[in-house]
Every structure is written in structure tokens, then in C-alpha cells.
């Protein structure tokens, strides 16, 4: 298949930037001296976990149980699932177990490890949970010094064959390192990540409570950490294609978006300055990440076919199917002269997950310009 050939909207990967991306981070793990664990919820994507792997990450992090499964049924079977679990999704878990997967869970209280303890007991099964660790008051999880984290550190650490539960490291996630936009700031952030999760594996361990892995991350903080000792384990994500919104934290700049949307000019509104597009919020989603920082990108920035940002022109508005785009800097040039009818767009997103989370398929471009057709997990 080639570019000329697919409908639009599209969600269109580039290949040489996803594989830059990836080595990039890869090779910044292998110097820092971790383990590294992508998080492959943005692209719920067996070909891009599978050059993930190919690069050197051990296992990978999921969001959903659905995506473990998918996962685990493709070939990859050491895996994390990265939100905290309840009781109503355990037999999930446990089919996943006896199949042969190495499924770690998370739980962040102590409701839910002991449902995670008593659910293992009854089914003479061992589930090994990590703890959650709030770093940045940034969303989910204990803070290092709370003391329910040794309360829950308990629940889930016994002897015997059979425990139901077995601690076996802690988490974190700084979420807020996505309203950063210096390095200095992302720098501060990361080691606040990595000294708060390696303080609570140190609080558990000083209670004679085993705590093997330190895993810490997210995308900002993993390229910006200066050193991890006391981490064993990194997870990031959104890297593998970044998106404006880690344009604006600085932590990549245009030409390496690596995920954009296919879209066709389908007429004009000629008086507004507007180009019509047949690519609105259900191709780029509403996600509108980068209305609250340094560049507001409305719903994407377009660019040509060879990814070259057109400077000026944004997608300012977006209903259901229909995408507006205008140029913000001469708003009283005729759009329609520059932007016939016919042409075809690249929209660089504002957010890699949530709009990827619009396709059933990805449209995999090679430098070559030949075109693959990736499929994409989706589903809880």
C-alpha cells in the first residue's frame, strides 16, 4: 500500500522517527543501569512492543486487563498491570496466571490487598502485587512515609506456599512532570521520583519486609533523570511517539512526532478563513493537553505529507467528523487558494494515546514510503 491509496482520516506511524524514539530511550536507560518497561497503552500495538523488545525492554506495563491479555496471547507474558485492582477483576487475573503469565498487580490500600490475599488463599494461588507510591501528589498511591504503607506491606508479605499475595516491589508514576516545561523543573521532578519510591522500599525493608523492584517513571522524568540508583526498573510511553504535549514540556521537539493523523481538505468556508476537513474530534479526540501550557496547538498542528509543520495553520475547532482548520497567523489570506479541495494533511496530535485510541489500525510508513497495516488492541 502506498500514502495515495488509504482513506481518510488515518492514523499514520512513522516508522524511522518511532524507531529513533525508541533507541533514544532505550539507550538512556541501558547508561542510567535500569531495567526498562515500556508502557505500551499508547500504542496497544504488537509491532511496536515487539521493537520495544527487539531494542532491549524487559516485560511491559499495561493499563487495562484486556491489553494483558492480548499481550499475554501475542507472546508477551512478563507484564504489569499498572492500576490498582479490585476484587471484581481477580478471576481475570488468575486465568492469566495459570496460563503462564507473569502478571504483577497494584494495589495502593488495604481493602485491596486483602481482597488480593484472601481471593489467592481460596484458589491456592500466589499473586505477586506491587505497591503504589504517591511521589508528586500527582494521582493514585501511598506516600513514602505514610505508615499504612507498612500496614499494606504486611497484608500482602507472608510465609507458605500459598499466602495469596506476595509483596514484591513498590511503583510510582510522576504524572505531574506533563505540566513541567523546564529542564531544571523536570530534572527536580525526577529525582523527587526516584529518592520517594526508593525512601518507601527502604521503609519496607527496615521492617523486614521483601521489596525487590523499584520501579519508577514516566516519559519527562525518565529522559530528564540524572542518576537512578535505587531504581531497578523505568516505564514510559508515550515516548515511543511523543505528541505536542511533550513538545511543550520540551522533552522532544516536532520532528520527532511520530504518530499523526491522515486527512483530506473537504471544502471551505471561505469568509471565516477556514479549511474543512474530514478529520474532527472522533479521528483526533478531544483531548486539549495543550490549552493549559506554554503553545496552545487547538486540537493539532498540520503539517505536510512529509511531516514539515505549515506554519501558522492549527486545527482550531472539531466536531464529530468535521475538522477546522484555519491559519492563525494571516487569518485574512484566502485559505481555499493554498488548501484546495482534494488536498491531503498530516495532523500532529495534542495527545499520542487518546488519539491513537480512535483506529482500529495504525498506517505504518517506512522511509521508502510503502505502508503497513498494524493492528491495535483496544478494550477493557
Not at 490500600?109 to 481482597?115: G, M, V, W
Not at 521503609?203 to 537512578?228: I, M, N, Y
Not at 509543520?309 to 481555499?336: F, K
Amino acid at each position: 500500500m502506498i500514502l495515495d491509496q488509504i482513506e481518510t482520516p488515518a492514523a499514520l506511524i512513522d516508522r524511522t522517527r518511532m524507531q529513533r524514539n525508541i533507541a533514544r530511550m532505550q539507550s538512556r536507560m541501558d547508561t542510567l543501569g535500569v531495567a526498562f518497561r515500556p508502557h505500551v497503552k499508547t500504542s496497544k500495538c504488537m509491532q511496536v512492543a515487539q521493537a520495544q523488545r527487539d531494542a532491549g525492554a524487559r516485560g511491559i506495563t499495561v493499563s487495562t486487563l484486556k491489553e494483558a491479555e492480548q499481550f499475554f496471547a501475542a507472546g508477551f507474558s512478563d507484564i504489569l498491570y499498572a492500576v490498582g485492582i479490585v476484587a471484581s477483576k481477580l478471576p481475570r487475573a488468575l486465568a492469566l496466571q495459570r496460563a503462564g503469565c507473569d502478571l504483577k498487580l497494584v494495589v495502593d490500600n488495604l481493602e485491596a490487598a486483602l481482597a488480593v490475599a484472601e481471593f489467592g488463599r481460596a484458589h491456592r494461588e500466589t499473586f505477586e502485587v506491587w505497591i503504589e507510591i504517591d511521589t508528586d501528589g500527582h494521582r493514585s498511591g501511598v506516600q513514602p512515609d505514610e505508615p499504612r504503607l507498612l500496614d499494606i506491606g504486611r497484608m500482602l508479605h507472608g510465609d507458605g506456599e500459598h499466602h495469596g499475595a506476595r509483596l514484591g516491589g513498590v511503583m510510582t508514576h510522576a504524572g505531574s512532570s506533563y505540566d513541567l516545561n523546564t529542564p531544571d523543573a523536570l530534572a527536580a521532578l525526577a529525582e523527587q521520583e526516584r529518592a520517594g519510591c526508593v525512601r518507601a522500599a527502604g521503609r519496607l525493608r527496615d521492617a523486614g519486609l521483601q521489596c525487590d523492584v523499584v520501579s519508577v517513571g514516566s516519559t519527562p522524568t525518565a529522559l530528564a533523570a540524572q542518576h537512578l540508583q535505587g531504581v531497578t526498573e523505568v516505564r514510559a510511553g508515550v515516548y515511543v511517539f511523543f505528541d505536542l504535549v511533550m513538545r511543550n514540556v520540551g522533552v522532544c521537539t516536532t520532528g520527532d512526532l511520530a504518530l499523526s493523523v491522515l486527512t483530506t481538505v473537504i471544502g471551505h468556508q471561505v469568509d471565516k478563513g477556514w479549511a474543512i476537513l474530514d478529520a474532527g474530534w472522533m479521528a483526533m479526540s478531544r483531548d486539549r493537553g495543550t490549552a493549559k501550557q506554554t503553545h496552545d496547538y487547538g486540537y493539532g498542528q498540520a503539517c505536510t505529507l512529509d511531516g514539515a509543520p505549515l506554519a501558522g495553520y492549527m486545527l482550531t475547532g472539531a466536531n464529530q467528523e468535521h475538522g477546522i482548520l484555519a491559519n492563525v497567523d494571516h487569518p485574512d489570506r484566502d485559505i481555499s487558494i493554498h488548501l484546495p479541495v482534494g488536498t491531503r494533511l498530516l495532523i500532529l496530535p495534542n495527545h499520542a494515546c487518546a488519539t491513537g485510541a480512535q483506529f482500529p489500525a495504525y498506517h505504518a510508513r517506512s522511509e521508502d514510503s510503502e505502508v503497513a497495516v498494524w493492528e491495535r488492541f483496544y478494550g477493557w
